[in-house]
């Protein structure tokens, strides 16, 4: 089995891999903020009015966020905590060609965010779930949990697209993601990638659920954990991760919004393939959280309901962070093919979408 193939590194180790890997990312995020400022104060745009209009855009997306993406890391934190691993492997039980189908549906009652679908994805196919299937639960359950659902319907309230934002959202989402499970096909033994411990905890990538690293719902020998702190350290841990890409992502979006001239958004928006191809490169770069993303996309409102409803779809299922989770965790040409489906699918479902609601 592909769960045996991992290497367990000593703690230290990992842990001076893991503050190394901080350090760096650390500087990285200075050097660009720093640019940033530079950037403004040589355009003339680090006025006061510019300040005053990024600070309400980028608080006023935090209020809204928040409060949802605290709902997801706790219903997490119980799926993860409490509830077996053997939940999950029922699926395996079905026959083949209703996994893929029945892997999608399974997305509407788990609240897994994308980052927490990659560790979940990785645990059923290690445990026998067809490929095909747990990559389509993995790429569906961030984009049709119910926070998900519920959050994108807030986001939009009080607006003509809501409805067609919300199931154009969940029917695009469920068709890119069965359209993934159908590329990647039967079962391959060579799918899940052999890496080490370490390597995982460089990149981001948490298989901790039950604590003790073999990604279970249970107690392995000479791991007593209690279950409270278990359920503390994930609910701390998963706010704080998507916490600090909803920080970024929202700043970004108000700082594009501040700094860009609305002249350009409003002659990309126009241009109906470039100015889908354009949030979905946004939506790759931002890297948000899909529990939060909703009310980053409504604010782009230079944008149609086709490119906002493509920065929906695609982002959950392609973004930065995520291209790093899926290299380290799958095997070569994984990541290709996510990309390419995915883009496809999202393109054309979007453009007919446009047609259809006009």
């Not at 298989?207 to 350290?233: I, L, Q, S, T």
């Not at 970024?248 to 109906?272: E, H, K, M, N, W």
Request: aromatic share 10%.
């Amino acid at each position: 089995m592909a769960e045996r193939a991992l290497s367990i590194s000593p703690p230290a180790e990992i842990a001076k891999s893991a503050a190394n890997d901080g350090i760096r990312k650390g500087w990285a995020w200075f050097s660009v903020a720093v640019t940033f400022v530079v950037a403004l104060a040589a355009t003339g745009s680090f006025t006061g009015a510019a300040v005053s209009n990024f600070r309400i855009i980028f608080s006023s997306l935090l209020l809204q966020a928040v409060p949802l993406v605290m709902m997801g890391a706790f219903v997490a934190a119980v799926i993860g905590t409490f509830v077996p691993s053997s939940v999950f492997t029922r699926l395996g039980r079905l026959p083949e060609p209703l996994q893929i189908p029945m892997a999608a549906v399974a997305g509407f009652a788990f609240p897994v965010c994308e980052c927490g679908s990659v560790p979940v994805a990785r645990r059923l196919v290690a445990r026998g779930v067809i490929p095909s299937a747990a990559v389509t639960f993995m790429l569906a359950a961030p984009i049709l949990n119910p926070i998900v659902i519920a959050s994108t319907s807030i986001a939009y309230r009080g607006r003509d697209i809501l409805w067609p934002m919300v199931l154009g959202r969940i029917g695009l989402g469920f068709v890119a993601a069965m359209a993934v499970g159908w590329v990647i096909g039967p079962r391959r033994d060579d799918f899940l990638r052999r890496v080490s411990t370490e390597d995982l905890s460089a990149s981001g990538y948490r298989d901790d659920v039950a604590g003790c690293g073999c990604g279970d719902a249970h107690d392995c020998d000479g791991y007593d954990e209690p279950r409270w702190k278990k359920f503390c350290n994930s609910l701390a841990g998963d706010f704080t991760y998507m916490g600090r890409f909803l920080i970024l992502g929202a700043a970004v979006a108000a700082a594009l919004q501040t700094v860009v001239p609305q002249s350009i958004f409003g002659s990309v928006a126009d241009t109906p393939i470039v100015g889908i191809l354009t949030m979905m490169v946004l939506a790759f770069a931002l890297s948000l959280c899909s529990e939060s993303d909703a009310f980053v996309a409504a604010s782009f409102v230079q944008f149609g309901m086709g490119p906002q409803l493509a920065f929906l779809v695609f982002g959950p299922m392609m973004d930065a962070k995520l291209a790093f989770l899926y290299n380290a965790t799958f095997s070569k040409g994984f990541l290709k093919t996510v990309v390419a489906v995915v883009a496809v699918v999202t393109v054309a479902g979007t453009l007919w979408i446009e047609v259809l609601v006009g």
